[in-house]
């Protein structure tokens, strides 16, 4: 029994299919394009005039391809789309880029208009019929130009102001739903922990117990947090951003936070396991200070002040507890 392959290569494709799959790829990148304007047109509207262009274009090559189509072989175009052809370019599901940041959409469009470039590249040497060859041609041409195009649209509708505004608005998104919930758990996970910490190891001198505890204080202490910053506030009102979002990053920082002074005890000499945790300490209250002051604008010595002082009294206080 002979199997066929469950895809084509593109070099195997007819010149009618590679019209009908240039057809389909056009009407997809159309659709993906418009879209991202209807994500972005609520918070970043010039962006969206932008996009909106775009699908307009690829409307206009959609329709040349159509029309050379109906020429040559009437108007009955075969089903073929890309993830019928092996090693074709391939485009991820819509409710994928959902959420995706101003600059990974603007990143993504760059690379399709690259996808479809090198395609119509391939495809116009798989062709012999001269008009087909030269709209082939002329495409990809277009979607070389996509990015000078781009570029002048983007002159047009998104001006110097109204991209600063926007590009602010986009840090402003990305320092509330991410780094915000992330540094509150970073926080929580480095100062929080090292009383039970450092309590457990002075009581007992026991390396592995004082793993197993700092474990658990780090994984509890993170899912305690994730899941609090996701119940908290389902980011409408606030504009805080998906809580999944901010539940990951709050809970994922403070669990890191609690197992970087943790692991050191999975040294079996007390005091080497000990002085490196302290290190490890040191180390974690310092990032905890440039994260404040790098993104939260907060001034260097309150950060300092106010980070270090506090970590300084819980570790004294499990310190003293497990001493005593």
């Known amino acids: 029994m002979r199997f066929l392959p469950a895809r084509k290569r593109l070099k195997d494709l007819t010149e009618q299919e590679i019209l009908a799959l240039a057809i389909a790829s056009e009407e997809d990148d159309a659709r993906i394009y418009r879209s991202f304007a209807q994500q972005l047109r609520e918070d970043y509207p ?20 159509i029309d050379q189509h109906l020429a040559r072989f009437g108007d009955t175009i075969p089903l073929i789309r890309r993830e019928h052809v092996a090693g074709f370019h391939t485009r991820a599901p819509l409710w994928l880029s959902s959420n995706q940041s101003l600059d990974s959409i603007r990143t993504l469009a760059a690379g399709m208009e690259a996808d479809a470039e090198n395609f119509y590249l391939k495809a116009m040497k798989q062709v012999s019929n001269a008009d087909t060859r030269k709209l082939l041609g002329d495409l990809a041409a277009a979607e070389a130009g996509h990015q000078s195009t781009a570029e002048a649209v983007t002159e047009e509708h998104l001006d110097p102001a109204a991209r600063d505004e926007e590009n602010d608005k986009a840090n402003r998104q990305f320092i509330l739903t991410w780094v915000q919930p992330g540094l509150a758990g970073l926080m929580d996970g480095s100062v929080s922990t090292l009383a039970p910490i450092f309590a457990t190891a002075f009581a007992t001198q026991d390396t592995h117990t004082t793993f197993l505890v700092g474990l658990a204080a780090s994984v509890g202490a993170g899912i305690s947090m994730g899941f609090t910053e996701a119940a908290s506030d389902d980011g409408e009102l606030s504009g805080r951003g998906s809580p999944v979002k901010r539940g ?5 920082m403070t669990t890191l936070g609690g197992l970087g002074h943790a692991l050191p005890y999975l040294i079996t000499d007390f005091w080497t ?18 994260i404040q002051n790098r993104f939260m604008k907060t001034p260097f010595g309150r950060a300092t002040f106010q980070v270090v002082l506090g970590g300084a009294l819980v570790f004294a206080a499990g310190a003293i507890i497990g001493g005593g």
């Open 273 to 290: 396991a000990t002085i490196i945790a302290i290190i490890v300490v040191f180390v974690e209250l310092w990032a905890i200070v440039w």
């Open 46 to 65: 010039a962006s969206a005039k932008v996009f909106d262009d775009m699908a307009s274009e690829e409307d206009t090559h959609r329709q040349a391809l």
């Open 248 to 252: 990951f990053a709050s809970g994922i």
